[in-house]
C-alpha cells in the first residue's frame, strides 16, 4: 500500500493532532519531503515528537523512513497527474480542440472561484498604488512578467527582479503606500514568501495568487485571489495553472485600465511614439 493511501485509509483512527499532520502530508508532500522535523513541526503548529509518533503509528521508524515511501508515493502521484494531461493528445486529430477545452475549463473555474469584488478591490490597489512590487520565480515568473508588461504600460511603476535573493532585498523598501503582488501556484515558495512577507511587514498591502488550499503565503494575504486545483503541488511540469495565473493577471489589467480611465487609442498612440526607432526621431 502507497503512503498516501496508508494515511488516508487510516485517518478514522488518528488523533486531531495526526489528522492535521496527516493533512499537511497530503496537501504538502514537497515540503513534508524536504523540510527538517523541527520546521515541519513548526510548519504544522505541533512538535516534533508528535511527527515522530505519527509515523510509528504508519509503520515506519522515523520521518526519514517515512520520507523514502513518501517520495516514491508523491512521484507516483506526479506521474499520474501528468499522465493524465498527456492523455489528451491520445487522438492527434483531437488535440488542439481537446487542449482548448481543458483551456477553457480553468478559466472557468478560475471565475468561480474569485469573487468580481475581491478583483476589483485588488485592481483598487495597484491603480492606487506608488509602486507595485511583484514576486514570483519559476513558472509563476512567466505571470509577474505578463503583468509586469501590461502595468507598465498603464504608467505604474513596478519593482521586479529576476535574481530572488535581490527581490527579497527590495522589498524593505516596500511601504504602506504601495502594494505587493506574489505569484506562487503552491503558496510555499520560500524566495516568494520572504519577499512578500518583507514587505508585508513593512504595512504594504499583499495580494496573491495561490493554489485554493492553507499555504504560508496565503496566511499572511490581505487579499487571496486563488487558482483551482487543477494540478498536483509536486508535478512534473506546469500546464493549466499556467492558464489559471494568465487569465487573473488579464483581469487585473482590464480592471485598473477601467479604474485610471485609460482611452485606449491614446494609449497606443503615445505606446508608438515611444517605441519609434531613433531614426525617426
Request: hydrophobic share 40%.
Amino acid at each position: 500500500m502507497e503512503c498516501f493511501e496508508t494515511i488516508q485509509v487510516n485517518m478514522p483512527t488518528y488523533s486531531r493532532s495526526q489528522r492535521t499532520i496527516a493533512q499537511y502530508i497530503i496537501d504538502h508532500p514537497s515540503r513534508a519531503l524536504s523540510l527538517s522535523i523541527h520546521d515541519m513541526a513548526a510548519e504544522i503548529g505541533t512538535s516534533a515528537s508528535s511527527i515522530t509518533r505519527f509515523c510509528r503509528k504508519l509503520g515506519y521508524d522515523s520521518l526519514r523512513d517515512m520520507r523514502v515511501s513518501l517520495a516514491a508515493s508523491s512521484d507516483h502521484r506526479a506521474a499520474e497527474d501528468f499522465q493524465e494531461a498527456m492523455s489528451i493528445v491520445g487522438s492527434p486529430e483531437r488535440l488542439a480542440s481537446d487542449y482548448l477545452q481543458h483551456i477553457t475549463d480553468v478559466c472557468g473555474k478560475t471565475l468561480e472561484v474569485n469573487s468580481m469584488e475581491a478583483l476589483q478591490e485588488a485592481a483598487r490597489l495597484i491603480a492606487q498604488a506608488e509602486s507595485v512590487y511583484l514576486f514570483g520565480i519559476g513558472a509563476s515568473a512567466l505571470a509577474v512578467s505578463n503583468l509586469l508588461g501590461k502595468l507598465v504600460k498603464l504608467k505604474i511603476r513596478c519593482i521586479y527582479s529576476a535574481d530572488s535573493d535581490m527581490n527579497v532585498q527590495m522589498a524593505d523598501s516596500a511601504g504602506a503606500n504601495d502594494v505587493a503582488i506574489a505569484f506562487s501556484y503552491s503558496g510555499f515558495t520560500t524566495d516568494v514568501v520572504k519577499g512578500a512577507r518583507n514587505a508585508h511587514d513593512n504595512g504594504c498591502p499583499l495580494i496573491t495568487v495561490t493554489h485554493q488550499g492553507d499555504s504560508p503565503l496565503q496566511s499572511i494575504s490581505d487579499y487571496a485571489l486563488l487558482c483551482p486545483a487543477v494540478e498536483q503541488l509536486t508535478r512534473v511540469t506546469t500546464l493549466f495553472s499556467n492558464y489559471a495565473q494568465a487569465i487573473i493577471v488579464d483581469i487585473l489589467f482590464l480592471l485598473v485600465a477601467r479604474q485610471l480611465d485609460i482611452n485606449p487609442r491614446e494609449l497606443l498612440q503615445e505606446y508608438r511614439s515611444i517605441m519609434q526607432s531613433p531614426d525617426a526621431l
